[in-house]
């Protein structure tokens, strides 16, 4: 298949761009900078893109948008979030709307933030969305896509979870501390973390791919989420290091303002429901063995 993917240098777009040219794909990537042969250039945030450069692709997975944990959450900074997402979606659907051979499934990057701080609830894909910033982000961000699924593209919305990589993401901001013995929970605890390994991430993006029943709102969550405590426990457990600090709910707030709120003391307990539904077996569902696999031990 001919794919396009954008956020192709990201954690998870490295890593699927990757998988699926070792798969025999063909891939070029939306980037936006000086295009190369495998390369298309955009600049979404002056809703420049070449439609006719579009034509001809099988698969379109999007993936970019700025960086929600790097920084302390400004008005500029949220600004940068939001516009990311929104309007470079709304760019790429618009686009692939008016093409005369448009791809036949289009991947268009969400998030768990939808459901924002949810305490014990059990969420699925079905659940309303939260209240808060990230929650109205990700409710405009899959809206986004609204052109595309007009013109009949099928239209994925993969909720990411926390992603769990030594190379990036949160678990890579852990190691450190928690190597130097120096890691704990955040809170109280009992906020609920829904991860997922990023190798589940790749393959389920794949299944999918190849899924043709497979629409709307997809959780890419494992099937047994954690509370901070218990991930504490375990990263710990694994690295061989105790977890005797914390940092207290104030002090993060303090450090990280509106996004401690949002990110580090959110509860979201997540069903993977519609991956289970369709099939998926995931290679990764229990945490402690994750991370053994994750982190070599």
């Known amino acids: ?37 495998s390369e298309i250039e955009w600049h979404p945030n002056q809703g420049k893109i070449n439609g006719q450069q579009l034509e001809g692709f099988d698969v379109v997975v999007h993936l970019a948008g700025e960086s929600i944990a790097s920084g302390r959450w400004t008005e500029e900074k949220k600004r940068k979030i939001r516009e990311s997402r929104v ?10 709307a008016r093409l005369s051979q448009p791809p036949s499934t289009f991947i268009s990057a969400s998030a768990i933030g939808f459901y924002g701080s949810r305490g014990d609830e059990l969420l699925t894909e079905e659940s309303a969305p939260g209240d808060g910033f990230l929650p109205e982000v990700c409710v405009a961000w899959e809206k986004a896509t609204g052109q595309a699924e007009a013109k009949g593209i099928r239209t994925i919305h993969p909720r990411f979870g926390i992603i769990l990589d030594e190379k990036g993401g949160a678990l890579e901001r852990m190691l450190t501390p928690f190597r130097m013995g120096v890691g704990g929970k955040v809170g109280n605890g009992k906020q609920w973390m829904s991860w997922i390994a990023l190798e589940d991430v790749i393959n389920a993006l794949r299944f999918l791919i190849d899924e043709p029943g497979s629409e709307g709102p997809v959780n890419f969550t494992a099937p047994r989420p954690v509370t901070n405590a218990d991930f504490t426990e375990a990263l710990g457990s694994v690295l061989s290091r105790p977890t005797l600090f914390s940092v207290p709910a104030f002090a993060a707030r303090l450090a990280f303002g509106e996004m401690a709120d949002e990110l580090l003391l959110s509860s979201a307990k997540v069903e993977p429901e519609r991956l289970k539904e369709s099939g998926y077996q995931f290679k990764h569902p229990e945490l402690s063995s994750a991370l053994k696999t994750i982190l070599g031990s």
């Open 87 to 96: 309007k470079g979606t709304e760019l790429l659907s618009s686009a692939l």
């Open 1 to 37: 298949m001919k794919i396009l993917v954008s956020g192709s240098h990201g954690l998870v777009g490295k890593a699927l761009t990757t998988s699926l040219v070792n798969a025999g794909h063909e891939i070029v990537s939306l980037v936006r900078q000086s295009a190369n042969d």
